[in-house]
């Protein structure tokens, strides 16, 4: 059984950071790709991050060049780290153990809970 823990979230002011992290249960990236949803009030959870190929990731086109996802595998730990927020970031961000293939990531069934992240002045 896969337990993700999401933490990291909170109220931040536009422009500035925040870095999620997503702890897991045991070993598990051996066995599965993460990454990053998220889902602001009255709309669909899109993916934000995850990790393709090679050790790269990708990224939806809202947040390239401020967002970053990382992992410290000793740690069993996937990071978010979010720069230049903007109010259309505010959402609850959830990270997925899933898979990768043919340019498409594929959503596991573990979620963590999620952890809200405001952005407002």
């Known amino acids: 059984q896969v337990q993700l823990v999401e933490s990291g979230g909170g109220l931040v002011q536009p422009g500035g950071s925040l870095r999620l992290s997503c702890a897991a249960s045991g070993s598990i990236f051996s066995a599965y790709t993460m990454a990053w949803y998220r889902q602001a009030p009255g709309k669909q959870r899109e993916l934000v991050a995850f990790?393709?190929?090679?050790?790269?990731?990708s990224y939806t086109d809202s947040v390239k060049g401020r967002f970053t996802i990382s992992r410290d595998d000793a740690k069993n730990t996937v990071y978010l780290q979010m720069i230049n927020l903007k109010f259309e970031d505010t959402a609850v961000y959830y990270c997925n153990a899933g898979y990768y293939s043919g340019g498409y990531y594929s959503p596991g069934d573990y979620w963590g809970q999620g952890t809200q992240v405001t952005v407002s002045s």
């Open positions: 990790f393709s190929y090679g050790g790269r990731a």
